[in-house]
């Protein structure tokens, strides 16, 4: 066998040998740190567990009957994990029509409208800008569902463990502040709005006597705010729509604000994905060269809810969009608008702000001015005037928007699999065999069997069942009036 011999590069050799040891001991103790912080990450893990742990225990005796809301300061319930779904639309069983299910039919997420959380957001905040939620109406296309006691905005139609409302209230808190954030709502509805909204002032909630309509119920949140700060700049949207694309509707409204500055009423006109007839259109005029708004165009005309052939007609122009209702102005230039407009409306409006921040005569005021207030929308009321005049901007938007205004359009917003019906609730509830498409609300704790069906929708309620199919989903509301015609007005 061949031997190497000694020679004189045997120093060089023994050199060679010390690097290797050197660089052997730096690789160990790099293998020496990595446990180490294996061994720290492990042990944050256990202690992030065991917060966790006592965290869902805090919520879970919150719910059976401690306090809900403790933790000091601004806080909010935080929308739940797309994991863990809600098995009712009804945050609380309390909401639940009389002939209730049992109490195990809901069973609240941990993390869903229990869980409470600091604000996540980062700092968008547009200092002077107000929020103004109208929060109105029965939703009667979602009845039996809905309620004139328990709306749509308050029901969690996602079944991600956050209302309409709360919903609007979350996308909308990047911009503001819980002190600028205003709800307008009528007497039966503030105290669930208030246990929904934990952070919402008392005297930013705006209670109506009675509905009439959408420009009383925005103008009465703009003369208050008008009186509290001259210089308010205020975006109203409403509580019950729902919208994907945070990103691009907080940029929208943020163009929009800038538009406001300069004496404009600015809608934001949604980018239509089919020829609806259920909503109205604004017509794109030119641009307004803003290099502050850089999308933003005056508004050429606003149109009504058009036939097929007339909204085909639209869509293929490429110059219209969806009317959201969603409005970004000063409140004095829409204080300005209404006096110009509808004097009597803006005048009994004003008496009643002068008086609201005084209890006393806030209640005199709303007894002597407020029934006999004009019940007229806003679009009516100013929007259309004031665009005939050039008042009137538009800054077009790319974000998902739906009013979620029947069981069809609530349906095409649930997850479904292939060939099967949408179910709102616990899908447990639900049997099917040979059916697609349609909706399902298992709200009764009954089993729901379908045979052979397709497009129905299907309500099922403690007190009451509604069965109609997806066509015609948007004549539900003839059923209500038939309901109230009836005799059957508690079920409504």
């Avoid at 003369?223 to 509707?249: C, E, N, T, V």
């Avoid at 219209?320 to 969603?326: D, Q, V």
Wanted: charged share 20%; net charge negative.
């Amino acid at each position: 066998m061949y031997r190497a011999q000694p020679s004189s590069s045997a120093p060089p050799a023994q050199g060679s040998n010390v690097g290797v040891e050197f660089m052997f001991k730096q690789i160990m103790d790099a293998v020496q740190q990595s446990h180490m912080e294996l061994a720290e990450l492990r042990q944050e893990c256990h202690e992030l567990r065991q917060a966790n742990a006592s965290l869902e225990r805090q919520i879970r005796e919150n719910w059976n009957g401690g306090t809900r809301y403790g933790t000091p300061g601004f806080t909010t319930p935080a929308p739940s994990s797309p994991q863990l779904r809600a098995k009712s639309p009804f945050l609380t069983p309390t909401s639940i029509p009389a002939l209730a299910v049992p109490p195990s039919i809901y069973v609240p997420s941990p993390l869903s409208d229990n869980a409470l959380t600091a604000f996540p957001f980062g700092i968008r905040d547009i200092p002077g800008f107000y929020v103004v939620i109208p929060a109105g109406g029965a939703g009667t296309r979602l009845w039996p569902l809905s309620r004139e006691e328990h709306p749509k905005f308050l029901l969690d139609l996602t079944l991600k463990g956050r209302s309409l409302i709360q919903a609007t209230w979350d996308r909308l808190l990047p911009l503001t502040s819980p002190s600028r954030t205003t709800i307008v709502a009528g007497p039966a509805h503030v105290k669930s709005i208030t246990e929904q909204l934990p952070d919402l002032l008392p005297h930013n909630i705006f209670c109506e006597p009675s509905a009439k309509d959408s420009m009383a119920a925005i103008g009465l949140a703009a003369a208050i705010l008008a009186k509290r700060d001259p210089d308010a700049i205020i975006g109203s949207f409403a509580a019950d729509h729902m919208i994907s694309g945070d990103d691009a509707f907080l940029a929208a409204v943020a163009e929009a604000v800038e538009v406001a500055k300069k004496d404009y009423l600015v809608t934001i006109g949604i980018a239509p994905s089919h020829p609806s007839t259920g909503f109205g259109y604004v017509r794109l005029g030119e641009k307004l060269n803003m290099s502050d708004a850089p999308n933003a165009r005056i508004v050429s005309s606003f149109k009504e809810k058009p036939d097929a052939r007339t909204a085909a007609a639209y869509i293929k122009t490429g110059n219209y969009r969806w009317n959201a209702g969603m409005f970004v102005t000063k409140a004095s230039f829409l204080m300005q608008l209404l006096q110009e407009y509808k004097p009597d409306l803006a005048n009994g409006l004003n008496k009643i702000a002068a008086a609201w921040d005084d209890e006393a005569l806030r209640q005199k005021a709303l007894n002597e001015f407020w029934p006999d207030l004009e019940k007229i929308p806003i679009d009516n009321a100013v929007a259309e005037p004031a665009a005939m005049d050039r008042k009137v901007a538009v800054v077009p938007a790319t974000f998902g928007w739906d009013d979620v205004g029947d069981f069809s359009s609530l349906a095409d917003l649930l997850p479904a699999e292939s060939n099967q019906p949408r179910v709102l609730g616990d899908s447990g509830l639900v049997l099917t065999e040979q059916v697609a498409g349609g909706i399902v609300v298992p709200g009764s704790g009954r089993l729901v069997s379908l045979l052979g069906v397709d497009d129905l929708v299907i309500v099922d309620m403690p007190d009451t069942l509604l069965v109609t199919t997806r066509a015609r989903s948007q004549e539900v509301k003839r059923i209500v009036k038939k309901c109230r015609e009836s005799g059957w007005k508690q079920l409504l």
